[in-house]
């Protein structure tokens, strides 16, 4: 199916929107999410971290950066990283989705007051940056490698889409044009020949040009990506995998180097794959996919191995304790397989967003909005310490959600991600309705021949595995419902008519003239299982995992009689895991007699000694780890026993 | 037993000479190497690694970095880091320590060559370094966190030491009597309160001060000790345990943050304990070490989990993939572990020495001692790429041995420690002589009351584990012959007169009237044999590592039927390991239906499938590896089946 531009507004209010592909995003004005899991994360989004958020910002004086820009009183001193600017924007693009969404008049002051103070900054020629070309500052364009102009202006972009998606044209789209504008002329075919080290402005000149009809800059975006990967930029210590430049993206076998970068340049990709019909840029980046997902990629969706360089590591290279897992790579990762997604239909790419969703993006926010985790390991050796909510986290590192980093990237890329999230939901195609995510919601959508499909779905997932999917509009004809089965739901049944069935995992196709009142329940197994992993996992060989449906389960040092045995626990995997409220119960013991002195001392036996009096642990959803303060804590857990078949 | 500067000018040729101690260490002019295994390579860094440093050093302008200074012609455009002139000083150690050891006429003059031009460098006042406090350059001491002046001159004072020691005063002593006095005078109680961010300096002016009998020096080692851990050098990203200033020593438990930082500042720690008869001080460096060798030591003996910071990680975190396990870190315990020893006389030190000998120093410098190995980890996943030996190497890492780095700490660090080698291996005390390394040397020294103690050790050791000590000096009363006995050696004996007796792990003590000709036969069991780490770290659960006397063994894909299986491979722990020339044999299997797809695939069975045929598996010393051109490699082997009682 083709899709314009020309869409009806409520239908465009989406981050991504492909002009053409198999099935299109609904958005924010076609579903409405009504509490729930995620409605709740959304309200605390919308009540405490925007505002947070710009809090902080002008606290550290990333926002006043622009006003001195504007009244020429730019000096070297300037605070924050070279890309502080980017925050900003990011917060524009939460408001954005969030004054659409709700149409919350807060929200909607918040942009005019950033807007104004942002677009007071753009010089003459349409350049916006308060770190470089202004008076006592590094000439603009002079650190391509790491200054992150270019990716500036990408979030520029994504804020001004988000914008004119859900308002229309403002003075923040105004601003972007002029930016955009300026990175066309400056970086066109017959410009200078240089790309940003941070990918960025690939992805948001893609949807830019999307949302605004104009060619030019998804062209633009293409020579980005087309230049990439022949060691434009300068060697670094790192090496140029850090920022991609080793090997052009359609030559590209697996995603490296720093996770962030890596995968919104995969994003880009992908939009001017589909954007160009370039089916052998949109297999490459599949291929990528696959091997990544399977040989790089965490239980919890999280993504990168090191913190080193923030990045992948080689293929089963995958340290629970040290794992980095940056909440914006597991965002950039959802990016990724939402596009994939739209571009090929394939579930598998859903299926990984509800794991990254449930296990980074949810575990990054504290309850009340205002703390985050940067990093997620699945591991934590020590407690981290209780952080200030009043000073800034010099870290990415921790054990302890942090009011505001250093770098801090995190916190606005969860806002806008929760603000917008209705727009990962579900997708119609010329003969129905997908929904991908299970959350309690409203969709009101029509097809393209204008036949309306309406239904109210009715959950609380993931408490429990029931999804109440109720019919709110008669239809004239038939049309198909597609429900997300999960990989991970053998044993899911659904019930139409009062009939309960098995399904299998993958889509499971409902085609009917649905009427008004029509109940469909898809009932996913939440049980509690043992999830075992790649014996090609070196880090994690003789552990096993809990899950309970789209939640990974661990086990926090305060639940184990005595909390500093965590790191000897070993649990019997001969029976268990039992359910236990929203989480899980498994038997384990802390061998008494674990070895002292040197740690490889000759004549040390192989198994365990067979001591230690066996107790219940309590594992709970990974994402809610350290809500109760400072605590160790595992997800992979040594284990003991022959498992049941 | 007390020992005086006053010593025998062949017993003063030592790194290390503490002024009283249970042992008193022999000199360079007491041990000689006479081949096998550590004399080879002692051989090879005197003929190729020592003008391999200095030709790679005049090539980068590390040298010309003091003529610069000297011509007043210094730019901000200095070549190398901040502690290049380091690199400079570590080679002169290398070459005192050579001449002293072989008279060789080469080194000499070198000395001379390389001592005119740092000299000349020297400013008035007695400040020396090429990278600050001259036109264009930061002024002195204006980054004490990582500008490394202090840090440069701690090995000025070491190279200093090995001059004084092995030629008596001479301009390097006399440049380095400068550069320590105005350190004195800038830094002492009534100067400067700082500290250099790269401990270095203490060790250097506590060692210099024994070299020189100027108590001053080893008094600013400890007011440098005293001031640190007390926040005294400004906070950065990595936080202020990477320098080792978040706790007092006297107070911390463990080593951790940057693992030379550390290593160094302990060594000087050992240092001034003794010569201020500061038990306390002692007793916590030794529990700092019990608890560090335990818990964040690898089996090679390798220090470091953490490529981010170079550091120590946390209790059982010990990645084999991710180890760092700096070569410098290696050199750094043995200094930290030496120094114990001779405080204590307790052999857990010379095992530990003997352990990082062969299995970090060894696996340094390839065969023809013209490039290195900087990083050390327990498994390659990728086989690096063969090293261009014209190019400078900008990484750490690889799985290839470079002919010099950026940052270039290693090579003349390998250098130093093995041209001064003989200076680690045998001691004394009033009644006898200790030998704690087993190669071919001859010893001759004296017992404080004159008595002659001669011997000259045979062996092939470890090819053989079989070590003759013949009595090459008849004595006129009885002495004690110690030898050590590996924690490892289960089932060593000894022979002496025709009678075979076996002798437990420790210390074999055989006191006698020795007489010209005696043999003593030490014979170390050399069968190769499975190890099994501590539960408790994470990384090689499951795994079994092969040992054969002091060396590590590992896999090497080459030696695999299938080279791309390194990362399926698992072995059988129900036989083996047989014993295979210098190294051992396994068997093992590839299993062919390891999963495919997603890493935690649901339904993915614990236990491997039971297929792939069983193959001879050889594995080789670790310090070994590489030689034949890039491989993949592993120490730690996945293991299945039920180890022999």
Aim: proline letters at 8%; a negative charge.
């Amino acid at each position: 199916m083709t899709i314009t531009p020309q869409a009806p507004a409520a239908a465009r209010a989406v981050p991504v929107l492909p002009t053409s592909g198999p099935v299109r995003p609904l958005g924010l004005g076609q579903v409405s999410l009504t509490g729930g899991f995620w409605g709740g994360r959304q309200s605390v989004n919308a009540g405490a971290t925007l505002a947070h958020c710009e809090s902080w910002m002008e606290r550290l004086g990333w926002l006043a950066n622009f006003d001195r820009v504007a009244d020429g009183t730019t000096s070297p001193d300037r605070p924050g990283w070279s890309f502080s600017d980017s925050e900003v924007y990011k917060l524009l693009e939460a408001l954005a989705w969030e004054a659409g969404r709700t149409g919350d008049q807060g929200a909607e002051a918040a942009i005019k007051r950033l807007t104004a103070r942002v677009a007071r900054a753009q010089d003459p020629d349409g350049y916006l940056n308060t770190c470089f070309g202004h008076d006592g500052q590094q000439p603009r364009y002079s650190d391509l490698e790491m200054g992150h102009e270019l990716y500036n202006t990408g979030h520029l972009l994504q804020a001004a889409v988000a914008r004119l998606r859900t308002a229309g044209e403002d003075d923040l789209v105004r601003v972007a044009r002029r930016a955009a504008d300026h990175v066309c002329r400056t970086f066109g075919a017959d410009g200078l020949p240089g790309i940003c080290g941070h990918p960025e402005i690939e992805v948001g000149l893609a949807e830019f040009g999307r949302a605004t009809g104009e060619d030019r800059y998804v062209e633009q975006a293409r020579l980005f990506l087309d230049r990439r990967g022949h060691g434009t930029l300068r060697d670094i210590p790192l090496g140029r995998a850090y920022f991609q430049d080793d090997v052009p993206i359609r030559r590209a076998e697996v995603w490296r180097g720093h996770a962030v970068r890596a995968l919104y340049l995969t994003a880009a990709a992908v939009d001017v794959a589909v954007e160009r019909g370039d089916d052998e840029l949109l297999r490459a980046v599949e291929r990528q996919w696959e091997r990544s997902v399977e040989r790089r990629t965490y239980i919890t969706g999280g993504m990168g191995s090191r913190h080193q360089d923030e990045g992948f590591g080689e293929d089963w290279e995958l340290p629970p304790d040290r794992a980095y897992c940056e909440t914006c790579a597991g965002i950039a990762s959802i990016m990724v397989s939402w596009r994939l997604h739209l571009a090929t239909g394939d579930v598998r790419y859903t299926d990984l967003i509800e794991r990254t969703l449930y296990n980074v993006v949810a575990a990054s926010p504290s309850p009340d909005g205002r703390a985050f985790f940067y990093a997620n390991p699945l591991h934590q050796r020590s407690p981290g310490r209780p952080a200030d909510p009043a000073q800034v986290s010099p870290r990415a590192e921790g054990g302890t959600r942090a009011a505001w980093f250093e770098v801090s990237c995190c916190p606005t890329n969860v806002a806008r991600t929760l603000a917008g999230l209705a727009g990962y939901l579900a997708t119609t195609d010329d003969d129905g309705l997908q929904i991908h995510q299970y959350a309690p919601c409203a969709i009101r959508a029509e097809l393209p021949d204008g036949r309306p499909v309406a239904v109210d779905v009715e959950t609380d997932y993931p408490s429990t595995g029931a999804v109440r999917v109720r019919v709110a509009a008669d239809a004239s004809s038939p049309w198909t419902l597609s429900l997300r089965v999960p990989a991970w739901a053998a044993g899911a049944t659904v019930t139409e008519d009062g009939r309960t069935r098995p399904v299998e995992p993958g889509t499971l196709a409902i085609r009917r003239a649905f009427r008004t009142g029509d109940v469909v329940v898809l009932d996913l197994p939440m049980r509690p299982r043992f999830t075992w992993p790649d014996p090609r996992i070196d880090a994690v060989r003789g552990c096993v995992a809990v899950e309970r449906g789209p939640e990974v389960l661990c086990a926090e040092s305060r639940d184990l009689p005595d909390p500093g045995g965590l790191d000897a626990l070993v649990i019997d995997v001969g029976s268990g895991p039992e359910p236990d409220g929203g989480g899980a119960r498994v038997r384990g013991r802390i061998p008494a007699h674990i070895g002292r002195g040197w740690a490889y001392a000759p004549g040390r036996p192989a198994p365990l000694a067979e001591d230690g009096e066996r107790f219940d642990v309590p594992l709970r959803p990974y994402h809610s780890w350290a809500h109760r303060g400072p605590a160790s804590m595992r997800v992979w857990l040594p284990a003991e026993g022959t498992p049941r078949p």
